[in-house]
């Protein structure tokens, strides 16, 4: 079964759809499936599997910056791939957010699955709430990777969402150079953004007397 995976976030930004989405694609090909991913990649793409669409625009969503590709010359990349790939089956994370999704929405023949990620609530959701019920009843099945992303997405949009938490690359953890450590330890994960707490377990460094490295850039 050849699969497409669809991506609206750059692909070669960090972010926990874009991880999920490239992890994806490498477990389905490992098991057989030819697969590619399709999205924007603001530079070379991360791996030979992925077809990029273009330079990501930053935009404020959700209490962080999405990077992604709304425009017009994305639109008709997303169409000429899926008209070379043709996929048997095209899996679209954040179905509804502008972009790639939304064009294959509109566009592919193939049988759809749409995975929701966010949670908390969506202004254009709200704002454009006809038009993308409209768009969601495009596809096959609905997931979600968390009660509180199903809870948004139903309230949003109506429809049945099964929770599939997000997928974890157990081998390539096990493979992992483990850090050492002399003491108590708290290993952060996610960007330097206000609503991933960050600063909150910074503001309580003092009183705990832990180490403090920092890995990354954000």
Not at 12 to 28: F, K, N, Y
Not at 29 to 39: A, C, F, K, N
Not at 164 to 183: C, I, K
Request: charged share 20%.
């Amino acid at each position: 079964m050849r699969i497409g995976i669809i991506c609206p976030y750059s692909l070669t930004l960090p972010g926990g759809v874009q991880g999920q989405v490239l992890g994806l694609a490498r477990v389905l090909r490992s098991i057989g499936h030819p697969t590619r991913v399709l999205g924007p990649c603001d530079g070379p793409p991360p791996d030979t599997g992925v077809t990029p669409l273009g330079d990501s625009l930053p935009t404020a969503a959700n209490g962080s910056i999405a990077p992604i590709a709304p425009d017009v010359s994305c639109a008709l990349r997303t169409i000429r791939a899926l008209r070379d790939e043709d996929f048997d089956v095209l899996h679209l994370h954040e179905p509804l957010a502008p972009g790639p999704t939304t064009t294959a929405l509109f566009l592919a023949q193939s049988p759809m699955v749409g995975t929701f990620h966010a949670a908390g609530g969506s202004l254009a959701y709200d704002l454009l709430n006809r038009p993308v019920r409209w768009l969601s009843r495009r596809m096959d099945r609905v997931f979600a990777v968390s009660d509180d992303a199903a809870t948004m997405a139903r309230e949003s949009l109506g429809g049945d969402y099964e929770v599939l938490f997000n997928g974890v690359e157990v081998q390539r953890s096990r493979e992992a150079t483990p850090w050492p450590t002399d003491g108590p330890t708290i290993f952060f994960i996610g960007r330097h953004e206000p609503r991933k707490g960050l600063a909150v377990l910074l503001g309580r460094h003092g009183r705990t007397g832990f180490r403090r490295p920092s890995l990354g850039s954000g």
